[in-house]
């Protein structure tokens, strides 16, 4: 686990373009962090990216994983409610703008996807 490194994840998957092949890639991404034990003390989730902590998101096993493995997981609470999916999180808490403020401020390192 890399100690006080926090990673922001605002899309649903990763990069711009193809939506399949956006959640190709963050299920790669978060498979090899996984695998390699280079996961990020924190991840916050905003804008679209709350979408991967729903269940029936196709990265949720994954994200349970690094949860399990002591990452904590922290939504924005106003895009759950925007979503409408603030019942339907099957990893990670509720957060607020002024949370993710704050980890982002106390990080030694924010990552971006």
């Known amino acids: ?4 490194h926090l990673l922001q ?4 998957g990763m990069g ?3 939506a399949e092949l ?3 890639l963050v299920a790669s991404y978060f498979k090899i962090l996984i695998e390699d034990k280079r996961l990020p003390s924190i991840i916050t989730f905003y804008n679209e990216g709350v979408k991967l902590l729903a ?3 196709p990265v949720i096993s994954l ?3 690094a ?3 002591g990452v904590k997981l922290l939504a924005c609470k106003t895009c759950l409610d925007y979503y409408q999916i603030t019942d339907n999180m099957a990893a990670g808490v509720k957060g607020t703008m002024m949370d993710i403020i704050t980890l982002q401020s106390e990080a030694a390192k924010v990552i971006n996807l």
Do not use: L, P, V, W
Request: glycine share 8%; aromatic share 4%; net charge negative.
């Open 1 to 4: 686990m890399q100690e006080n």
């Open 9 to 12: 994840i605002t899309r649903y």
């Open 16 to 18: 711009h373009g193809d």
């Open 22 to 24: 956006a959640i190709k």
């Open 55 to 57: 269940a029936g998101s």
């Open 63 to 65: 994200m349970q994983e």
């Open 67 to 69: 949860e399990k493995q």
